[in-house]
Nanobody, 123 residues
């Protein structure tokens, strides 16, 4: 099974930007979707964005549309999440996961998860 590893998290100030990377251990099948989620302590896992790896079709949660961007790079076998104008409410563990070809906001539709990267935004 392809292993996914997140990177790029850290401690930033409100208004800053971060780019997270989800890097696969081997080639991701084109029909797969790769999604980004986040989970804050005591809260449910929350969908952020997903991309169909082969054709680049994307879907976002309304809260980040126009502010954050998901993309993929074949050469690096990575899916990126560019996060702009961060706020303390964005503090969470950010996880990526791969799933089937149908783009979905539900964590249950993703069967292969990374361990996450922590993003902390100070005010």
């Amino acid at each position: 099974q392809v292993q996914l590893e997140e990177s790029g998290g850290g401690l930033v100030q409100a208004g800053d930007s971060l780019r997270l990377a989800c890097t696969a251990s081997e080639r991701i099948v084109g029909a797969s979707s790769v999604g980004w989620f986040r989970q804050a302590p005591g809260k449910e896992r929350e969908f952020i964005a997903t991309i169909r790896y082969g054709d680049g079709t994307t879907m976002y949660t309304d809260a980040v549309k126009g502010r954050w961007r998901i993309s993929r790079d074949y050469a690096t076998k990575s899916v990126y999440l560019q996060m702009n104008t961060l706020s303390p409410e964005d503090t969470a563990l950010y996880l990526c996961a791969s799933g089937g070809p149908v783009l979905s906001k539900s964590p249950a539709e993703y069967d292969n998860w990374g361990r996450g990267t922590q993003v902390t935004v100070s005010s």
